[in-house]
């Protein structure tokens, strides 16, 4: 499985951003997004399933949607009313079903929110 993410970039804070995220896989039940600032752990920020079922952090609740698009096997994460607390490279996550379940990770896309 590998995944592609796109769409980052630099905005003034109150703007908005959209990732997307294209998956080569299939029996994907669970994508997300995580992202990781400088001197950080990596952090959760949304994820969505096969049912289309999502869950954000409560950071980015009312700011941020996930969506999915499973004909094009492809993620989205539309940011709107960003802060500078948003800068972070975003990666995109992918939980495949098989034998067993397997966890895959993009490479990242820098999102910069300056004030």
């Known amino acids: 499985v590998q995944l592609q993410a796109s769409g980052g970039g630099t905005v003034q804070a109150g703007g908005s951003l959209r990732l997307s995220c294209v998956t080569s896989g299939d029996r994907i039940i669970i994508m997300g997004w995580y992202r990781q600032a400088p001197g950080d752990q990596r952090e959760f920020v949304a994820s969505i399933t096969s049912y289309d079922a999502a869950v954000y952090a409560d950071s980015v609740k009312g700011r941020f949607t996930i969506s999915r698009d499973k004909a094009k096997n492809t993620m989205h994460l539309q940011m709107d009313n960003l802060t500078p607390e948003d800068t972070a490279v975003y990666y995109c996550?992918?939980?495949?079903?098989?034998?067993?379940?397997?966890?895959?990770w993009g490479q990242g896309t820098q999102v910069t929110v300056s004030s």
């Open positions: 996550n992918a939980h495949q079903v098989g034998l067993q379940l397997s966890e895959y």
